[in-house]
């Protein structure tokens, strides 16, 4: 695979984002949904700021009031027994080690705008900011599918009630239509195709399960976006692969002559991630074509193999033209980066691969 | 409130039911889905059967094969280090005590039928046997809502891919068309609403959460009843209470003058399981009226107490006649029981304790 990495790489870091309030500071701008409109490249990205602490023995952990509609900024003791703060992302108790009790810091959706693709200005303001009860612990990860003119994005929905997957949609990118929680928690990486397929809308769902399962990947159906159906278990994590820990769709699937293209996440146990390519079948997306054996991208730039956490590449969108496939994907928890690819070569690997 | 237990309790024992192969013996025939059909009272049995083990250092586990449509019985020595074999319902991991390997028993779906409401004939066959590969582990804790001469029969579908909520229609008790998963894992306790409410239908569902979030109970809307969405959180846990653990949709909501009466499961983190109470406005089934403080039903009868998983009440329909509401309801992980209660009386104590 003949991979293209831009030479602005990182296009977006955290330097490049003003924090949404002076108290805070921006640790990344990364994992960002993408679009076209109006001619310009439009990156969802998630930004995550941390409350700033001047003293290094208390960890603090913001938390959105719906009823003040103002962050709380909750304060922890680094020598409080009750809680473990190992992982700089999050607080957890003790007796919970699996899961986490708060986040350390807030993430929320900012678009980057762009005319030629490679040179990012970011809007001064957030596009989606927590806005209600599912929301309080950030919102991260968008996904934006475009319908005829109406751009549907959707994103993980972070509260202490869990993860649920949301979804807004615009036309514009200014206001949006608050569209509902569509995946019930504990859900993460919701990809939905851009049309129809013999009737019926598809997503790609990642739950995370708690008694018995992976963390595979999921496929639904649906007569209207909002409510889904019909789940079946699409792709398994693979033992011994670079696939092995977790997986989770990465960007809107493209519509290909082979089939639907999905380029999708796959870490390790040791959380190193990397994107591979599945390709669906075009009249059946519950049907599995081709899975390539090996990624199609790793974590070998400095940018991805260093900064919050590193060792990570993940894509949530792509733009393609003809057989060029951009896809814009965050790096190391911290900025964004773009590569090209060839969708043929893409298609020829998976080819090869599953023979 | 005033309890009327039937002097037959419990009404269906194992002992009742054969085991529908030799090998097999019945562990349970419990937490039944309800109907009226036809002039009699139906019970979808949930009965668990174990593979009879001459060797008491061997623990097995019944696996359901899709391609031979055949049980496999796979064998783990006791004094295997990779598991643990300390709750006898389950073979554990010893790295993820939190969920589970393999189950010891397997579940289907068997009818008992009566035509008083006291005495019940079970079915020699199976009704609801697993048939696809998320059925391997077995089905559990059906639910039956009848919408006109439909009923919509929904389950928990256990397999090692998760566990999900499944549903079938039935509109004779004999054969039946499978509707698919309705829900993706985790997931259990989906109750679905016997009409729509201003033209959408409603469901209670409970997903079980990894990361953030207890036990809760949540609703969706549906416009079909296949596919469902605006996920929104209904009711949490107690500290302290009756149900501080555990919470889950139990009956069928019942439509009365003053709203949806649920009977909802509670259980301790002991795992004490008791029936309570929740109204839901009569045209926002997402808006709770009213909660009761205290259990209407605990358990305290010498069948509730002991059995294969002791000190259980789990009711999973009932049949209303004007104020005579007669909840059916597992008992012990083990047989079936049935009480009389005044629907009066429990919207009386809803109005009392949410004062």
New interface residues.
Partial sequence: MNIYRYEENPLITPADVAPHRPDFEVLGAFNAGVAEYQGETLLLLRVAEKPISEDPNIVKAPVFNVETQQLDILEFRLDDPTYDFEDPRMIRTRDKM????YLTSLSYIRIARSKDGHNFTVDEKPFLYPFN??QT?GIEDARVTQIGDVYYVNFSA???????DAMISTKDFVSYEYE????????KDVLIFPEKVNGKYYAL?R????????L?I?I?????L????????LLGIRDGYWDSGRIGGGAVPIKTEKGWLELYHGATKEHRYCMGAVLLDLNDPMKVLARTETPILEPEADYEKNGFFGDVVFGCGTIVEGDVVKMYYGVADTSMACCEMSLAEILQQLEDESR
Same sequence: chains 1, 2.
Wanted: charged share 20%; net charge negative; hydrophobic share 35%.
């Fill in positions: 699996e899961g986490f009790a009860e599912y612990f972070v509260s202490e009630m869990g993860v649920a509902g929680n569509i995946f019930a928690p504990e859900n769902h739950p995370s399960l708690k008694s018995i399962g992976n595979d999921w639904a159906s649906s007569p209207d909002h409510s889904w159906g019909d789940h079946r278990h």
